[in-house]
């Protein structure tokens, strides 16, 4: 069964299936398939693909996704999102200065049960480093960027849900299990742990007043204490890339829950 899509000239790059439609994707468009298409006799068929998505193609080899929010997939904007009625959303702002060039995205998953997709980031360094895992979760529409340190050039290369659990595989040929409400990742033949750490990044907070020259002298962060952890804290000023101050405590007992700083 062949399907013609009038007037595209590029190769298809992605086809994902996002609930009553298929989405196909070039590397320029975006088009959708919709129908019953051929029973098991070949009677029958699609509806003409239309274009939904001009000017949105998805990139040749990346992954791609579907979640209940919709599908996902990586463009050379970086990561969209489409919903069941076909809208676009571009959810990648937040994230677009991580998803480029040598960091592209090497796996997608998604864990329902906690309401969030995985993004495994590419690193292909051979003197050690970092590894870096996006989370998106769809129910806030927040993202986190955990980073897992690696040795040599046994970085992962891809990574999987199996079980509700997630697994990172590494060049050495190891298989990572997340340890489950924890922060690290056990692998059954080394039985070793890999620590990742997790970063929150805000926006700038704006201020009002004269010439907007407002200043502010304390902040405060809540939290839960599940292990024992290093907290790091930096400031930015004037819109400056380099931090002002730094704050760091380590933190080795629960206290009192929640965990005030």
Known sequence: ??????????????????????????????????????????????????????????????????????????????????????????????VEDLVDGSNGVLSIDVMDSIN??????????????????????????????????????????????????????????YLHKQTPGGATFQDNCTGSNTSYNVILKTGFIPRAGLQKSQRMYRWMLLGDYLSDFTLTVKTFTDYSNSADTTFTKSVTSSFDNPMQF
């Open 1 to 94: 069964y062949n399907i013609i899509i009038d007037g595209e000239s590029n190769p298809i790059t992605c086809i994902e299936s996002n609930l009553e439609h298929l989405l196909i994707f070039t590397d320029e468009n975006g088009y959708i398939l919709a129908g019953e298409g051929p029973d098991a006799f070949g009677a029958g068929s699609f509806m003409k693909a239309r274009k939904f998505a001009p000017g949105i193609g998805a990139l040749a080899s990346s992954p791609h996704a579907v979640t209940r929010e919709g599908a996902m997939l990586v463009t050379q904007r970086g990561i969209y999102l489409v919903k069941p009625n076909l809208s676009v959303e571009y959810i990648g702002a937040s």
């Open 116 to 173: 969030e997709v995985r993004f495994a980031l590419r690193n292909s360094a051979t003197d050690g480093g970092t590894n870096q895992l996006l989370r998106y979760n769809y129910a806030y529409q927040q993202w986190t960027c955990d980073t897992v340190a690696f040795t040599g050039d046994d970085h992962h290369i891809d990574a999987c849900v199996l079980g509700g659990e997630y697994y990172r595989l590494t060049t050495d040929g």
